[in-house]
């Protein structure tokens, strides 16, 4: 069997070895898959409003899927993606609300603010990787509760003991009246552009200037680079700081697109650890954390729908999706198993 | 060959007239029926239809979302509706960005009344009313300034100040705890009303007030109800939702542990009796009702019958039997029950004013 169909069909099994699986857990559990599956396909592509909100939902998956992929091809793990994505939430916010600027300034100055405030948020972690030796696992995830609570804090302070700020001014929404009208009133928003140029602009760092060179060079051996001449230290910190711009503008996206406003949150969005499973879905590429927030974020938002359309609970459904990420995540077991069948098949 | 597909194509383009001539005629019949004879049938699309989407909490929070539904229910069943579209539904959110798209799918879904359930839900409900101007909304515990938004808000102060003087009767180890969920304007109206009350019967007791941040995390609620507990508490006020179900757990193993020990929970949203039952004793002392239910079947009544109270804010108190205190069955003595019952007599009559916010 070719190389080239293996690619193809290892993707295409997992798929429908999840969807199959999923389909025996609504069995079993008394519901209709038929209905289940086609509550999800509506979900997902059923009218312009939804794939309005899929889209809307993909945004943020693929800005928290670059982060954690970026600082992977670095050789470093940022489970802080969600910490960085809360601060880049806030900041974007606040320069929304507390300035009154002119869009062309107003936009941009609010997106930088979150860039910068993820950057901060990166840049810790990566500091204390280089200097000291810690760990950014650790770092990353209690830094995670440091935003958590500190944006709570900020928050009530900003608004006056209130938990929410209030709305940001509409020349720093990315919000449009053409995309609103357009999908129906779904909360579709312009960050999708940025997030589609943020792909490129990783693409570009990573395979097209001498410094994202050094970064892969760092990720697949320190020593090695190290030896060649190369800046470790100050390859790890930029690798945290760059995955933390990706990440602070996910927040924006949240901010300035889909809420317009930033409240006390009781717990952390998901978005940034659902990003880790994105970016390794993706296999740490560009291309590839576009397909992987697309899968998540279609199954994310299309799910909501099952529980609307066929009354299926909550809780089932959220098995059935981890069951489909699951298997296309495993793709690996099934390529092994491809490529057994299509040597026994040579043989004969 | 060309012939065939031209001939192919000709016969397409008929069969696909005839079917759209055949949606065309019922589109048009379908009117005329309805305009011919508006009380003989058709019964089954007049009927009011009517859904709510919770927070995160969830439906079975035991408390506010619960109380909502079991309302809804209700009213279904009242009027000979089923569970499903065209009767009435409900829609679970995971997260604060399922609100607007919850609401949305209902409203798209031609509910005549969408409730959106909770303060959190004061933007989504604001933003899905100024775009679907056609449809009607609810919203409880907030106020949204639309003319298709009906807004409820109870006067938590009220009934919690009524919890308060029953705490404070009841203790004995002059130590009391109010946990709460998220530092929002209507918890604080639960602190506010649940101190005064405290304060109203003996200024000299120590009420630890805590606030867990979440209303969906019932471990918080454990680990706090065990600090306050061990700290020498020994009735616990909670208005965290389901955060709330760890403090009433705490106080189950507590009670499993040693049957003698003297620990309470006051409920709160529901009649939470159920919830702390320990074998043949219960631990819960009273509840705080806040009758989400009454409001959502009144509210659902009043726009079935056309007089959809649009731009009005409704206030439900004491006065109103919004809130009160549920039946302690036996837990709390006739002679206490009849204090209490004069100081709700004094806030009725208006002589008491419950603060709203915590001075």
């Known amino acids: 069997m070719?190389?080239?169909?293996?690619?193809?069909?290892?993707?295409?099994?997992?798929?429908?070895?999840?969807?199959?699986?999923?389909?025996?857990?609504?069995?079993?559990?008394?519901y209709n898959p038929i209905e289940g599956y086609a509550a999800l396909w509506n979900g997902i592509f059923g009218d312009i409003y939804s794939i309005g909100e899929t889209i809307r939902q993909i945004t943020p998956y693929i800005l928290a899927g670059l982060a954690v992929a970026f600082a992977f091809r670095s050789g470093l793990f940022n489970i802080g993606v969600e910490g960085q994505l809360i601060v880049g939430w806030f900041a974007a916010a606040y320069v929304g609300i507390a300035f009154e600027l002119p869009k062309m300034i107003h936009l941009p100055l609010a997106i930088l603010a979150a860039a910068a405030a993820g950057a901060l948020w990166g840049f810790i972690p990566g500091l204390l990787k280089a200097k000291f030796k810690v760990h950014e696992v650790i770092v990353t995830i209690m830094m995670n509760y440091i935003a958590l609570h500190t944006s709570n804090a900020l928050v009530r302070a900003v608004s006056d003991g209130d938990a929410n700020t209030g709305s940001i001014h509409q020349t720093a929404s990315l919000s449009s009246r053409f995309l609103e009208n357009m999908t129906d009133f779904s909360r579709l928003h312009f960050g999708i552009l940025i997030a589609l140029a943020m792909v490129l602009l990783m693409w570009l760092i990573l395979e097209k200037t001498t410094l994202g060179f050094e970064l892969k060079a760092v990720g697949l051996n320190q020593h090695a680079s190290e030896y060649a001449g190369m800046n470790v230290n100050k390859n790890i910190i930029l690798a945290m700081v760059i995955s933390g711009v990706f990440a602070g503008l996910a927040g924006a996206m949240e901010a300035l697109g889909t809420f317009g406003f930033v409240s006390v949150k009781g717990g952390f969005t998901g978005i940034g650890f659902d990003g880790i499973a994105v970016a390794l879905l993706g296999a740490s590429t560009p291309l590839g954390v576009i397909f992987g927030a697309t899968l998540f974020g279609s199954l994310k938002y299309g799910a909501t729908n099952m529980p609307n359309a066929a009354d299926i609970p909550e809780e089932i459904v959220s098995i059935i999706i981890a069951i489909i990420i699951f298997f296309v995540a495993s793709g690996y077991v099934i390529r092994l198993f491809v490529e057994r069948l299509g040597k026994k098949k040579e043989a004969k | 060959m060309t012939k065939r597909k031209f001939g192919l194509a000709l016969s397409m383009v008929l069969a696909a007239g005839t079917i759209l001539g055949a949606c065309g005629a019922a589109e048009e019949e379908t009117p005329e029926g309805t305009t011919g004879d508006t009380t003989g049938g058709e019964t089954e699309e007049s009927k009011f239809s009517v859904a709510m989407v919770t927070d995160i909490g969830g439906v079975d929070d035991k408390s506010f979302n619960q109380s909502a539904w079991e309302g809804i229910e209700k009213f279904g069943e009242d009027n000979g509706l089923e569970k499903g579209d065209g009767g009435y539904d409900y829609l679970q959110s995971k997260s604060d960005a399922d609100y607007n798209t919850n609401l949305n799918k209902l409203v798209r879904r031609d509910f005549d009344l969408v409730f959106g359930i909770g303060f959190l839900m004061e933007d989504?409900?604001?933003?899905?009313?100024?775009?679907?101007?056609?449809?009607?909304?609810?919203?409880?515990?907030?106020?949204v300034d639309q003319p298709n938004v009906a807004s409820v808000l109870f006067k938590e102060q009220e009934g919690s100040y009524l919890a308060g003087v029953a705490a404070a009767l009841m203790t004995k180890s002059k130590k009391i705890g109010f946990v709460g969920g998220m530092e929002i304007p209507v918890i604080e109206r639960f602190e506010a009303g649940f101190?005064?009350?405290?304060a109203a019967v003996d200024p000299s007791i120590v009420v630890d007030v805590q606030y867990t941040g979440a209303f969906d995390k019932a471990e918080l609620g454990k680990t706090t109800a065990n600090r306050m507990y061990s700290s020498g508490v020994d009735i616990i006020f909670h208005a965290a939702g389901g955060t709330g179900n760890g403090v009433f757990s705490e106080a189950k193993e507590l009670k499993t542990k040693d049957p003698d020990a003297y620990v309470w929970v006051i409920g709160v949203d529901s009649d939470q009796y159920e919830e702390g039952k320990v074998g043949d004793t219960n631990i819960t002392l009273t509840s705080m009702?806040?009758?989400?239910?009454?409001?959502?079947?009144?509210?659902?009544?009043?726009?079935?019958?056309?007089n959809f109270p649009g731009g009005e804010t409704t206030v439900y108190g004491l006065v109103e039997e919004g809130v009160g205190l549920a039946d302690s069955r036996g837990a709390i003595p006739e002679d206490v029950l009849a204090q209490i019952d004069e100081y709700a007599k004094k806030i009725v009559d208006g002589e008491v004013v419950v603060p709203e916010t915590v001075e």
């Open chain 1, 2 to 30: 070719s190389n080239r169909i293996v690619n193809i069909l290892v993707p295409v099994i997992s798929v429908i070895l999840g969807l199959l699986v999923g389909a025996i857990v609504m069995l079993v559990s008394g």
């Open chain 2, 124 to 143: 989504a409900v604001n933003t899905i009313a100024s775009q679907q101007t056609d449809a009607q909304l609810a919203i409880i515990d907030a106020v």
């Open chain 2, 195 to 198: 101190l005064a009350g405290v």
């Open chain 2, 289 to 306: 009702l806040k009758r989400v239910d009454i409001a959502v079947q009144n509210l659902s009544n009043l726009a079935m019958e056309g």
